[in-house]
């Protein structure tokens, strides 16, 4: 092994901690540019559209999936954007400021998946001219990530919870993914 490998080795060992927090924080600023350009004016209004354009392609037992939510979506779109955009600015900030990590990774996984399913149609359709299959499920995959790195090396020193967590022991239960109490 060169001393370039066994310096590199040590340096990513040495700062593990700021690593992961920083791979959270660079996650939640995704998360809130994201939730924050859902209230741009006229997304809305395309927001049915997008739904249906998804569905075109895909296979016929879909149809109904896609169906019931450009109805549901295109009955009052407003609301669904504003929940849809609050939704990934609270996901956002939870990760920014390292708040309720458990529940909000937990939750990132749950949403990731729907938004991969409805408006991403599931990344199809699939076919010769296919190249990804949509970021939805790789930002459900990034969650589980963070979920086994916390899981894996403990409470991160560098979030709100942690703080909460000195003052309040019983806020672990909410915060870990591993705690002892």
Known sequence: ??????????????????????????????WAIDGAFKFQPG??????????EAAQGQPSWL????GFWSQTVGANPGFFV??????????????LLGFM????????????LIIWS????FGGPYGPSSTDIGTGVI????????????????????????????RWPAWKKVSEIRSAT
């Open 82 to 95: 504003t929940t849809i955009g609050v939704l990934e600015l609270a996901l956002g900030f939870a990760l």
């Open 139 to 166: 930002y459900a995959f990034v969650f589980l990530l963070l979920m086994i790195i916390n899981a894996a090396f403990g409470p991160s020193r560098w979030s709100l919870d942690y703080a909460i967590e000195t």
């Open 118 to 121: 409805v408006p991403e149609g």
């Open 43 to 52: 997304f809305a209004d395309s927001s049915a559209q997008m739904i249906s």
């Open 1 to 30: 092994m060169t001393s370039i490998q066994v310096f590199l080795d040590n340096w990513f060992v040495r700062h593990l901690g700021s690593l992961k927090t920083t791979m959270r924080v660079i996650f939640g600023v995704v």
């Open 63 to 66: 149809q109904p999936w896609f």
């Open 101 to 112: 990590r458990k529940v909000a990774y937990t939750a990132g996984i749950f949403f990731s």
